[in-house]
């Protein structure tokens, strides 16, 4: 049986397949080729990531295909019902890659309060001409520790995210329409731990309160935060979204931005992914990152691993 990993997969996952007697292919497909692809070389699971869409015509077109695998959370790129409706295996892994995009909230939240990605634009052009001006301009940093951060969306990123956060010192506020609490457990270097109880709140609450906000949900038909949810917000709120593009206004946060309502944002996703605006790209107020969240070797090498585990699963031991 072939697996076609157009968007890539871990040499673990490779390995793994290729043990149970896969024929691995990670030759990288136009999307237009797909269809073709699948059809001429009788390829019967198909594992992409963000890239690769796998919509109706292919689901329709392609006779051999037994799974649709994709290596993350969400699935957007993915005709799920309608697959399923075919009697076609969709698989993801939710839990693989939490703690990389946790990671690369912080990595955000830390530039942002102490304006790294704006001095690391402007210390190599002025950097030996203009140090002390610069040392001054960005002078008024602040702390996380003790600081409220807002999470929206209390899944397994959301719930890795609050780890991180209590184990800075912070206060965590949640909300999610599904989840109604969840224990955070908080582990520490010599075995001890400790058990945080978190019982989500309304949304509302959550913008009144927040220091600083982060989103963790699938792709929505609407923004989650526009320009009326940015008024509910307290000033100079930091917002963090390593989502999925069209869940923030970007016209309504780079006015919020502007106008100093909000004091910075970090961004690894964006509306007109993947180009995004320029005006976006330029602001001197936002950290930027080119969707890569779960682009860590530890996320990637779990995710290959886990997808490996549910093909094998679902072929060869039924």
Sequence with gaps: MKVLANDGISDSGVKALEKAGFEVITTKVAQEQVENYINNNKVDVILVRSATKVRKDIIDNCPSLKIIGRGGVGMDNIDVDYARGKGLHVINTPASS?????????????????????????????????????????????????????????????????????????????????????????????????????????????????????????????????????????????????????????????????????????????????????????HPKISLTPHIGAATDEAQDRIGTELAEQIISLLKNN
């Design 98 to 282: 939490s703690e990389s995009v946790a990671e690369l909230v912080f990595a955000h939240l830390f530039s942002g309060v102490r304006f790294l990605h704006d001095s690391n634009r402007n210390m190599p052009l002025e950097g030996d001409t203009n140090f002390n001006g610069l040392k001054k301009a960005y002078a008024n940093g602040m702390e996380l520790r003790g600081k409220t951060l807002g999470i929206i969306g209390f899944g397994r990123i959301g719930q890795a995210v609050a780890k991180m956060a209590l184990g800075l010192g912070m206060k965590v506020i949640a909300t999610d329409k599904y989840v109604g609490e969840a224990v955070i457990r908080v582990d520490f270097y010599n075995g001890q731990f400790i058990n945080v109880d978190i019982i989500t709140e309304p949304l509302e609450d959550l913008y009144k309160h927040a220091d600083f906000i982060t989103l963790h949900v699938p792709a929505q038909d609407g923004y989650v935060i526009g320009k009326d949810e940015l008024k509910m917000m307290k000033d100079n709120v930091g917002i963090i979204n390593a989502a999925r593009g069209g869940v923030i206004d970007e016209v309504a946060l780079v006015e919020a931005l502007d106008e100093g309502k909000v004091l910075f944002a970090g961004l690894d996703v964006f509306e007109k992914e993947p180009t995004p605006e320029m005006r976006i790209l330029m």
